[in-house]
């Protein structure tokens, strides 16, 4: 109760609207540091172009969550369609295809063979159209081995399809003798995993820093003897962190005492109550008798004159506080753009169905205009032709029929970059090694020249969130296998950033629609 209490006073001193380390009705905060944006990145790049498994894991409450909510809110909801699954604890088969059926619009019977025939259609379709479909499932250990079975089926149908799986696990439920080793199984031919570590104790002084900022208390600062028993009692993790941190700071918040305030608030309403029952009385002793007009200490505390009758307690308690001289200029409360800008709209789920008919809509849209364009050039060589030979309407209907003509078609040699020549060149069928994404088309042709030793080494361009997007590959390899082994040889640099093999249809695919 004393925390509690504390926490309300620390609000009002400091005329904010939330504690800094509660996380309740908050959206959209998220820690950039200790790596987490380099990560968040990378899982941004490799649900749209990585394999189909994904695999986050770190300690309880270090902040998995968080960081995949971010995730799915930064998705380009043009190509992306999500959905997330909170595990709960043995959760079965039949609620797991339940819940990612229901989420996909898949109107098929719960059967292991028919979710996962269905599942692998949904995703060959989506490809099609260029999109991709993402399931986030948090606390996959709480899964039953039945699930667990299903989601292992379903990954393997998504190999080379529009879906991808990002899956959040504990570290003290991932060991292989757990009931997601068969999952575990799956992330050297189908998945890549990525951990999350607790801060360090650097980390901890600038994750607490950036709290208090984001509350509106960036001028308070915790001593360097709280901020290591914060790191002590913590261990670094953020939930931990969150706790310790929110005792500490409320324990120094003054409890203002209560018996001044309750003095000075007895004396008032003693006075009060004690003049105001003896008005009563009186008025009740005579109520055939109106109290003289000149009782100046009586308008003063009711604020008019008494009437005749015998009066109420509440009517006189009712006069004082609606006197006239109160609160009739007091501008309102209710402000529309407050109420307005309060309103979140979730964006996050957006069925694929009216992407696509947005696009369809807009080429259309784009042939009206171009037609359009003709026509008005077409227009402004008519009168300049009528002007200049004087010639008859027919004239120029014929010089129309010649202006629509369409021009001869561009050669590929004008479309495609020698670089873009030589990948759609390449067997569709065999593999390639991506090396590296990037925005700037400056840092990719440098991140090339470090590394000369390397062969048949090439880049193209594409579009990720709807601006360009550089895509650096390696190579050309028969199978995965030859082209993980391929990985091995590579500088020590190259393999920490950990390439992943895509197949080159994927890639030939990617460099034919940017030139539609």
């Known amino acids: 109760m004393l925390v509690e209490r504390n926490v309300d006073l620390l609000k009002s001193q400091f005329d904010i609207d939330r504690e800094p380390f509660s996380d309740s009705g908050v959206i959209g905060l998220f820690y950039p540091g200790a790596g987490r944006q380099e990560l968040l990145d990378q899982l941004l790049h490799l649900v749209r172009y990585g394999p189909p498994m994904l695999l986050l894991h770190g300690k309880a409450g270090v902040g998995k969550t968080l960081l995949s909510k971010q995730l799915v809110r930064q998705l380009d909801l043009s190509i992306f369609t999500a959905i997330v699954v909170e595990a709960s604890v043995l959760m079965d088969e039949r609620t797991l295809m339940a819940s ?23 995703a060959a379709e989506a490809e099609s159209y260029s999109q991709t479909s993402l399931v986030v499932i948090d606390n996959v250990q709480n899964l039953s081995a039945a699930a667990i079975d299903v989601l292992v089926q379903a990954v393997q149908s998504a190999q080379d399809k529009g879906l991808r799986f990002l899956l959040l ?23 890549q995993e990525f951990e999350m570590a607790n801060l360090r104790e650097v980390e901890v002084e600038q994750y607490i820093a950036y709290r208090m900022r984001t509350a509106g208390l960036d001028a308070v600062r915790f001593s360097p003897q709280q901020i290591k028993g914060i790191v002590r009692d913590s261990l670094g993790n953020i939930a931990r962190i969150n706790q310790v941190a929110r005792e500490t700071l409320v324990r120094q918040v003054p409890v203002e005492p209560k018996k001044d305030v309750n003095q000075k608030f007895s004396f008032w309403h003693g006075s009060a109550i004690v003049i105001i029952s003896l008005v009563i009385a009186a008025l009740s002793y005579r109520s055939d008798v109106i109290l003289p007009p000149e009782d100046d200490a009586l308008e003063a505390m009711v604020g008019e004159k008494p009437v005749s009758g015998p009066p109420k307690h509440v009517d006189f308690v009712e006069t004082r506080v609606s006197s006239p001289d109160i609160g009739l200029n007091k501008p309102s409360i209710y402000d529309q753009s407050l109420v307005d800008a309060e309103v979140d709209v979730d964006l996050n789920y957006v069925d694929p169905e009216v992407v696509w008919v947005k696009e369809e809509r807009g080429e259309v849209e784009s042939a009206v205009h171009d037609k359009v364009e003709d026509e008005f050039v077409f227009d402004d060589k008519l009168k300049s032709a009528e002007k200049q030979a004087n010639t008859t309407v027919k004239v120029s209907t014929q010089q129309k029929v010649q202006k629509i003509e369409k021009s001869p078609a561009v050669s590929a040699s004008k479309i495609y970059t020698a670089r873009e020549q030589w990948l759609l060149s390449l067997d569709s069928k065999r593999f390639t090694m991506q090396m590296l994404g990037a925005r700037d088309e400056r840092a990719v042709q440098s991140f090339i020249s470090k590394y000369p030793s390397l062969e048949r080494v090439a880049y193209y361009k594409t579009l990720y969130k709807g601006k360009d997007w550089y895509v650096v590959v390696h190579g050309e390899f028969l199978t995965r296998n030859e082209a993980r082994a391929a990985v091995a040889i590579l500088p020590k640099a190259l393999i920490n950033s950990k390439p992943w093999i895509r197949p080159l249809a994927q890639i030939q695919k990617d460099i034919r629609k940017l030139h539609l």
């Open 169 to 191: 696990v504990d570290d003290d439920d991932r060991q292989q003798g757990s009931v997601i080793a068969p999952l575990l199984l799956l992330i050297e031919p189908l998945g």
């Open 100 to 122: 990612i059926s229901e989420g996909f619009s898949l109107k098929i019977e719960l059967l292991v063979d028919s979710f996962v025939a269905a599942l692998a259609r949904y």
